[in-house]
């Protein structure tokens, strides 16, 4: 019992030290829901980074340079998340890191690398960004922190919790106190848990390098035909959206978002950033009703390739991922069959959600397979009373 106790006590050395929700509060509903932590007067904020182990420097990284953008490419290419069985590695393109990193009101300074001194070679990063994030009824200002990644040959030398750190740090010095993040490790303490689905676009490739098996009582052929789709999308009106749609979307997303418990406070120029279309990043479709011309549904997804592993005919997985959808007239497995239409025409080998807002409804019917990994929703410095259900989150971190 007491070396249970202690195990216990020392499994998270840092993250106990952190304003965050913790193992040993989770059954406690008494605690008081928002804020763990007042803020500090912006000028208490301590004015110098944090040490760094002496052979490393701080570097803010202008990821609008191609060069520092192709260090940060390299770094995650080679260092990113991978799968339990290391089969593939999440291989973000350089658009796509320039998209996520620069929504309205970015901070350069919130794009954190870690050099070796003598080679200034790039070996670590973390990044925020800014967003107003509504929890309940209250919108909070918040940092959205990603990519957070240390160079293989680095890990385990607790230089993540000083990256987590020093990214707080400067988050604080600009009067935000709270951050969302997600993680596939389970950390203290979530708010919530969801599982992602895989929609087969190519299975043969999927089984070919390993993403998928063949079912029991499955051939080639038969899996092929299971996972065909039209040619064509089939709701009359469905089109890529437009900057003249900006307005419509951002009315439609926001009243839909409105009654998730947890989900982002999107104005128009976050729509314009994040859901208008942009080539190999994100897709984004409207519903544009044929007789009145009102936009009555939408729908979005994000492209996040996987490099394959050690595999000797391909190099590459090409996987859509589901963003944001709103369904108003268009019945909402119909719209996700379009969008996976428009995914096959546009040669995703795999199309994944998660299984959070109304995303029940269409995975099993729509083919959706349960994959193996998980995806664990994190706020720093806010508690919630209780976790929530995945169907009440209505945030959708890249
Ligand atoms: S999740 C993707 C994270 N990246 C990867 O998985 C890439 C491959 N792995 C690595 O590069 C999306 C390393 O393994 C990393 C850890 C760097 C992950 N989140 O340096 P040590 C995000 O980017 C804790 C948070 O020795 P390492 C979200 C771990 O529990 N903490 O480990 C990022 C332990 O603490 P503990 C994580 O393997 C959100 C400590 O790090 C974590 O060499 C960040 C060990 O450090 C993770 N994914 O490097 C938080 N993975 O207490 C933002 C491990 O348990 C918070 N750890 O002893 C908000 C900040 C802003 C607040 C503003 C008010």
Redo the contacts with the bound molecule.
């Keep these: 019992r007491i070396q249970e106790a202690l195990a216990v006590e020392s ?8 304003p ?1 929700g913790q193992f040993k509060d989770a059954r406690d509903g008494s605690l008081p829901e928002g804020p763990i932590e007042p803020p500090i007067p912006v000028s208490a904020v301590k004015q110098e980074p944090y040490n760094l182990p002496a052979l490393y420097e701080w570097t803010t990284c202008d990821i609008d340079d191609d060069q520092t953008c192709a260090e940060v490419y390299n770094l995650l290419t080679n ?4 799968d339990d069985e290391n089969m593939f590695r999440f291989n973000y393109s350089k658009e796509f890191l320039r998209w996520a990193l620069r929504p309205p009101g970015y901070f350069k300074a919130w794009h954190i690398g870690v050099r070796v001194k003598a080679t200034k070679k790039l070996v ?1 990063f ?3 960004v800014p967003a107003r994030i509504r929890v309940r009824d209250e919108a909070v200002r ?2 959205e ?8 040959k ?11 750190k020093e ?2 740090r400067r ?2 010095l600009e009067n ?4 969302a ?5 389970v ?2 303490t979530p708010i919530t848990t969801c599982r992602y689905w895989h929609r087969s676009l190519n299975p043969k490739k999927l089984i070919d390098v390993g993403f998928s098996r063949l079912g029991a009582r499955m051939t080639m052929s038969r899996t092929i035909r299971l996972y065909k789709l039209p040619e064509a999308t089939v709701t009359p009106g469905f089109r890529k959206m437009e900057l003249r749609d900006v307005a419509a979307v951002t009315r439609l997303l926001r009243d839909y978002l409105s009654q998730f418990v947890v989900a982002p406070d999107f104005d128009e120029n976050d729509v314009e950033h994040w859901l208008l279309p942009l080539e190999n990043v994100v897709d984004s479709f409207v519903v544009e009703s044929p007789e009145t011309h009102e936009v009555t549904d939408f729908c979005s997804f994000y492209s996040l390739p996987s490099s394959i592993l050690n595999n000797p005919n391909y190099s590459g997985l090409k996987a859509a991922y589901s963003y944001y959808n709103v369904a108003m007239r268009t019945p909402l497995l119909q719209l996700m069959n379009d969008a996976l239409i428009v995914a096959k025409q546009k040669d995703y080998d795999v199309f994944n959600a998660l299984d959070l807002m109304h995303n029940e409804v269409f995975l099993k019917e729509l083919k959706f397979g349960p994959g193996d990994g998980q995806l664990h929703y ?1 706020l ?2 806010y508690r919630l009373r209780s976790a929530l259900q995945p169907s009440e989150l209505g945030l959708v ?1 890249l």
């Design positions: 499994r998270h050395r840092f993250w106990e030290t952190q965050v260092n990113y998340v991978e670590a973390i990044t925020g918040m940092a922190v990603n990519f957070l990644c240390v160079h293989k680095l890990r385990s030398k607790r230089l993540a919790p000083v990256m987590i990214v707080t988050v604080h935000i106190w709270q951050a993040y997600t993680a596939g490790v950390l203290p994190y720093y410095n971190l």
